[in-house]
């Protein structure tokens, strides 16, 4: 009886570790990062320019800032990389000007 009660003390407390282990992984992954893209010009542009990171897999968040003057996208940098991100610009012929600037999170602030 006492092995027993052992036993199932040791599974919770390996339980508790593993999903404190999930929950610090996924915040550590995420990742916020200005693009600054070429010849933003209009409203249009600008839609446009933020939509393109959201058809990438890991992306939580893409939004055109005119006070930051860049695309602002926060991602799971465990799925994702930043060359990724300025690679789909690309694709879509938007240019990143200059290198893409890591930006602290709210929680991190």
């Known amino acids: 009886m006492e092995k027993t ?4 003390m040791v599974l919770i407390a390996i339980l508790f570790l593993f999903s404190v282990l ?8 995420e990742k916020k ?3 600054q893209i070429e010849d933003v010009t209009c409203l249009s542009i600008a839609y446009t320019a933020e939509s393109i990171p959201r058809k990438l ?3 939580q968040s893409s939004k055109f800032d005119f006070a930051e003057d860049g695309v602002i996208v926060v ?5 994702l990389s930043i060359e990724d991100i300025v690679n789909s610009f690309k694709r879509e012929s938007y240019s990143v000007v200059g290198e ?5 999170l709210a929680e991190e602030q």
Do not use: T
């Open 75 to 79: 991602f799971d940098d465990s799925r």
């Open 33 to 35: 990062v200005k693009f």
């Open 57 to 59: 897999a890991g992306v």
């Open 100 to 104: 893409p600037e890591v930006m602290k």
């Open 22 to 29: 999930q929950v610090s992984a996924s915040c550590a992954a």
């Open 5 to 8: 009660i052992q036993r199932f």
